[in-house]
């Protein structure tokens, strides 16, 4: 079984601000990591590769930097990892995002199952995912909680439906979301660290994607263009109090009993 | 299109204004002035940085007959015959924004012996609802839906759609905006509508305490997903609209998938219904203080909930998690203690009725939400507070 995981780095924490007087973006230390969502996906593999055999390659797109997220990809017990990077890509979209990744993957060879994230924790859409499957010609599950079955030919999953659970068997190839705490990931190995090449993560350029149309990346690839950005709306009817502990609670107090919480 | 390094002004000082100036670390130096694959186009070194050293140079893109695509469209989530409450909520944004552009407000119905479901969106204002009914389609099959969706946008052509951002509307929207190569906004704030059709999506971005408007300017149908509880549902009014059955073939239901079951979750209180909400966030120094908020919560009728960090280190289920990638709630009371007010949070609950919040940090941006701020020790306030409401509980 051929299992590719797509993967993305983020920022380690919600660091960029827009400074309200200068409208400059601030930004504030840049310790990126791998999307912590990816990390079960990524896990789910490792355990189908445990009962199916195969290989697992992990994919990404993003700067030169994210080759250290492909690395602990690896490092957890990934077999090859590919990082897509160009500035034509720059200022991508979900629509933009995804026609880069199925061009990558069409690169990378043939496949049976792509794993995701549920979502990254910088973007948040949950989108790519779909529109990867789409772009690709395959259908696609989202919010995957369990892997029932899988053999060579289909896999058999529980999905979440926010009230309701569905079960439902897919023919390969498909591409499944796979939602956070559907297993515990492990951790990237010392050893495979230490045996690791430098040069295992191939970098993919827009000149080593063929077929790739230009028009379809990055900004101009776009159809949803940014028109600007903001500082979110601050609250103007608002109190704030300082004190005590003591002084603060016995105000606090007085105000839920005033708002009849208490 | 892009962005265009002019290296007649960049000598060393522009060149460390611009590396600095640049939030995604996107530009380098080293004798030459580099722009990587980092850049996401925020173009604040065009705007902010020395004159003319970058500029963005638009080549002015093809556009769409906008005139062709018509309507402010929603579809209806239903589940059993059921309308998904964010569905009504999404009919009153629709309106709101059809009338700017004189624009019939639509909704797209795919199901299962869904005639109660096309009244109840009648009665919600829409003024045409177009149903795709087939016993193939009482389950939610991707492949189905999303031909079901893709033919409605072909033949019926609505310049907007919006789709409530659920499990089923997150997985769906994508697909069908991927065929049709539409723009898609996620989980948006806010909602207008230009005079040119445009509708301008608000969302906060780029994972940091930022909002960003955004617009589909040269393609239609341009597409959003919204949360549930954002917006208010309208009240129901005496139907006007009209129900146009739509045909289903045998082409439209082919599919790779099956379903084997659809189990209906036990019934929980969940945080987006509860009325008064005690929520905590890294303030909290060990798991064990849970308790503590606990306490203040049981005091308060309230239901406990939370921010994503805890979740992430496993101190909470992800169902407690208030925000942008949690749930969005809008009670009459959250109090929230220890949390700093990230926008991700911030977009999940500030429109509660009342906001409360506690924190150390004076500068911390709940502080820009909340409607009474207490800037103190949550361990110096929250234990006494917890002792005077019992004591007044037994007076």
Known sequence: ?262 | MGLVIHSEKINEESARALTELCPFNAISYDGALHISAACKMCKMCVRKGPAGAITFEEEAAPVCDKSAWRGVAVFAEQHGGRVHPVSLELLGKARELAAKTNHPVLALLIGFETDGAAQELLRYGADEVYVYDSPALKEFVISPYANAFTDFIEKIKPSSILVGATSLGRSLAPKVAARVHAGLTADCTMLEMKDNTDLVQIRPAFGGNIMAQIVTPNTRPQFCTVRYKIFSAPAPDQPHGTVTSMPVDEDMLAGRTTVIKTVKKPDEIDISDAEVIVAVGRGLHAREDIALAQRLADRLGAQLACTRPLVEAGWFDAKKQIGLSGRTVKPKLIVAIGISGAVQFAAGMRSSDMIVAINQDKHAPIFDIAHYGFVGDLYDIIPRLIQKMEEKAHV
Do not use: W
């Not at chain 1, 380690?12 to 007087?21: A, Y």
């Not at chain 1, 445990?50 to 994210?66: D, N």
């Not at chain 1, 498909?174 to 010392?190: G, N, V």
């Open chain 1, 1 to 262: 079984m051929n299992i590719l995981v797509c993967v993305k780095q983020v920022p380690g924490t919600s660091q960029v601000e827009v400074d309200p007087v200068t409208g400059v973006l601030k930004r504030d230390g840049q310790n990126n990591k791998l999307n912590p969502y990816d990390l079960f996906a990524l896990e789910t593999a490792l355990r189908i590769r445990e009962e199916q055999g195969g290989e697992i390659k992990t994919v990404s797109m993003g700067p030169p930097q994210a080759t250290s997220s492909l690395l602990e990809t690896v490092y957890m017990g990934a077999d090859a990892a590919y990082l897509i990077s160009d500035r034509l890509f720059a200022g991508a979209d979900v629509h933009a995002t995804s026609y880069a990744i199925a061009s990558g993957i069409r690169r990378t060879g043939a496949f049976d199952l792509i794993l995701c994230g549920k979502q990254t924790t910088d973007g948040d859409t949950a989108q790519v995912g779909p529109e990867l499957a789409e772009m690709l010609g395959i259908e696609h599950a989202a919010n995957v909680l369990s892997i029932d079955a899988i053999d060579d030919k289909s896999v058999t999953v529980t999905m979440n439906l926010d009230n309701l659970i569905q079960t439902q068997t897919m023919l390969l190839p498909c591409l499944l979301t796979i939602e956070k705490d559907a297993c515990t990931p492990r951790l990237p190995s010392f050893k495979r660290k230490l045996e690791t090449a430098s040069d295992v993560v191939t970098v993919l350029t827009a000149a080593d994607l063929t077929g790739l149309d230009p028009a379809r990346c990055g900004l101009k690839g776009s159809p949803t263009q940014v028109e600007r950005i903001f500082p979110p709306e601050v609250n103007k009817n608002k109190e704030q109090f300082a004190g005590t502990g003591e002084q603060l609670s016995d105000t606090l107090f007085d105000l839920l009993q005033q708002k009849k919480f208490v």
